[in-house]
């Protein structure tokens, strides 16, 4: 089937929406290019629950967020919060503002979670329901980090395939979706689409620094500026293995691998120390460690000691993320296929040794 009949179909069958279809909910969130809410249909069609939604009042970038979750739905829906419908509302003040219509997937995103006193244990209740009272160990709580991390991982792959480099990965754009239990990834307002050359010209203002890699673009500054979108569709593919540009989300990743094994770097202030040691140390992992190990605490020697079970298979992986030259990080792809996520692997090479 042509690419142009589906979207045509898509765009013609959809239910689409206006205005006075929604009654405003609780603010959700509000960022400098938008307001969240959760929302509900004025008139819930009898045959379909709905169930609840959520809508971003979203400034000038709001039409790349559309274009963004459109691409996302055809290519990999369950990466991503499920877009039902994105448009123009122009009867307000100042020119109109872009409406964004998602699935509400669920109250907790991975930030919430991870600042929990529970984490990682609130996880595995929400992922598997009731667990059996299993000792709390490292190794269980390796465990459900390394589910999540797949997740993570599988998502960003679905939307590294398509294309799309997200730009603002962190742990409060991440959802998890009570529906499918797994966790999904939110907040297209900085992606590019470099295949199309969509928000090609790097708009490195918009990144959150704390998540952000070392490297200041995310494109080489020796590309030229954004040609015409068939050239740029042409040309990408051959950027995209120049530049590596999905290798920045990648690190941001990594970074909340980090946040994950060790609890003191996962409030803002931790997480800025941490980025400030790390850059001390030239952004080698294995270098900071050495200066800060000798005289650790309990918590920080706890983390080390999950990341190094297994041969220090999650050490390994954590390492080949956070890496300052891009073309040194593992892609999405490859770190999914990391002997941390492979127990079959994991214990033929415990016989080995
Ligand atoms: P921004 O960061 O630009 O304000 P986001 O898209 O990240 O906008 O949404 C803000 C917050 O709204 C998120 O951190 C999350 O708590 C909530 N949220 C967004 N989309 C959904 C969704 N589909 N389901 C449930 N909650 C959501
Ligand atoms: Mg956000």
């Given at each position: 089937f042509d690419m142009f009949v589906l979207a045509f179909l898509d765009r013609f069958f959809r239910t689409t929406y206006k205005k006075d279809d929604f009654i405003l909910g609780k603010k959700l969130g509000e960022g400098a290019f938008g307001v969240v809410y959760r929302v509900s249909l004025a008139k819930k069609p009898s045959s379909k629950k709905e169930g609840d939604l959520v809508l971003k009042k979203a400034t000038e970038y709001g039409a790349v967020e559309i274009w963004m979750n459109e691409r996302v739905r055809r290519a990999c829906a369950n990466c991503c919060a499920y877009f039902l419908y994105g448009f123009l509302e122009s009867?307000?003040?100042?020119g109109g503002e872009y409406w964004l219509i998602w699935q509400y997937e669920g109250?907790?995103?991975?930030?919430?979670l991870i600042l929990s006193k529970e984490f990682p244990y609130n996880v595995e209740t929400m992922i598997l329901g009731e667990v059996q009272d299993l000792p709390k160990g490292i190794e269980r709580e390796n465990r459900?980090?390394?589910?999540?991390?797949r997740q993570l991982l599988f998502a960003l792959d679905g939307l590294h395939s398509t294309g799309i480099v997200h730009r603002d990965i962190k742990p409060q754009?991440?959802?998890?979706?009570?529906?499918?239990?797994t966790f999904k990834i939110i907040d297209l307002g900085a992606a590019a689409d470099l295949r199309v050359g969509i928000n090609y010209i790097p708009k490195e203002f918009l990144l959150d620094p704390r998540y952000a890699a070392p490297e200041q673009y995310i494109m080489s500054t020796q590309t030229p500026s954004a040609p015409s979108a068939p050239v740029a569709a042409a040309l990408s593919p051959v950027l995209w293995q120049l530049n590596l540009p999905d290798r920045f989300d990648i690190y941001s990743t990594?970074?909340?691998?980090?946040?994950m094994a060790f609890p003191g770097f996962r409030t803002d202030n931790g997480l800025i120390q941490f980025n400030r040691q790390l850059k001390r140390c030239d952004y080698?992992?294995?270098?900071?460690?050495?200066?800060?190990?000798?005289?650790?605490?309990?918590?920080l020697r706890r983390g080390f000691e999950l990341l190094d079970l297994d041969g220090g298979i999650g050490w390994e992986?954590?390492?080949?993320?956070?890496?300052?030259?891009?073309?040194?990080?593992?892609s999405a792809k490859a770190a999914l296929a990391h002997p941390y996520f492979d127990r079959e692997a994991l214990l033929a090479l415990s016989f080995m040794q």
């Open positions: 009867s307000s003040k100042k109250e907790s995103t991975l930030s919430d459900i980090i390394q589910t999540v991390m754009n991440v959802i998890f979706s009570e529906g499918s239990r990594g970074l909340i691998f980090l946040q080698d992992l294995n270098a900071w460690r050495k200066t800060v190990e000798p005289r650790a605490g309990v918590e992986l954590l390492t080949s993320m956070v890496r300052y030259k891009a073309r040194q990080r593992v």
